[in-house]
């Protein structure tokens, strides 16, 4: 009995220091590696997903932005036409429809939390026709002709701390910040959009009223719409509610592993390169990155 209590043990310590020894060596090697090196890694990193790297100051962000999502490196292929609910997600969303020139257009908002990090973003998509509404979801296509898809662009705010700001691109433009929390109720999207003419911008305004907006929170100038998305529409769902709340605990479990894992690290990008290297499976499921490097 005491042999076996002895050799249980002695296999425990010995695992733990394996483990021990292992986090120092990543540690080490993380230490060694030049600025560069860091900075070619996350944008490889960021890059095999359809994203490229804005480092800002100690803060990592990240933006996909496509119109005509053609290419296997494109954000197209993570979110694919309408923005699919994952268990890692909560997000509060905004859905605006609108008619112009016989097209019926679809524009979503999002924002809220990816895991452990801060996510919002604005996907464009229109069908060639105007048809009934139990038929658009299957019949939703990309515009082919950039010139007529809006142009989006938004900054997200935590009461006045800004956290992205992103725009440019067409047709999709996304973005997050890692390991930041922040429940989707806490956070607004300040969007503008700017349209081919201001016809097309003033069927998005009415159409973004028709959602709830007064008049006076939707301003049109020329041919850009600028609003702000606070308070989504209240889901009547019981079970989707419990859903997003439960993605919320999820996303605010990994957070706080993400802290207690690489304490020695100050810098963010080398906390992010240590989950990398030690726990993978924790850095695929916090942040929006597939497995490919």
Known sequence: MYLLFATALLLLLLFFSLLHFRSKAITHKIYRMHTEEKAGLLTKLLHSSGYSCLPSGDLLSACASSGLPDTEDSAHHIFPGPLPSRPNMALDTLQVRFAYLENIWTMEFHKGQYGFAVWGSILIRH?????????????????????????????????????????????????????????????SMQAALSFSSHDMAMAFAEGLVATGYACDDVCVCDGTVTFTFGTPVVIRNPFRRLKKKAALSASRFWYRVCFLTPRRFTSLSDKILYLYYDLPFLLYKAIPVRKQI
């Open 127 to 187: 069908t060639d026709n105007v048809i009934p509404d139990s038929q658009r979801p299957l019949s939703a296509s990309y515009d082919r002709d950039q010139a007529s898809l809006p142009k989006p662009a938004f900054s997200l705010y935590s009461g006045k701390e800004k956290l992205l700001d992103l725009s440019g691109g067409w047709g999709r433009l996304a973005g997050f910040k890692a390991v930041r929390f922040f429940a989707p109720a806490d956070l």
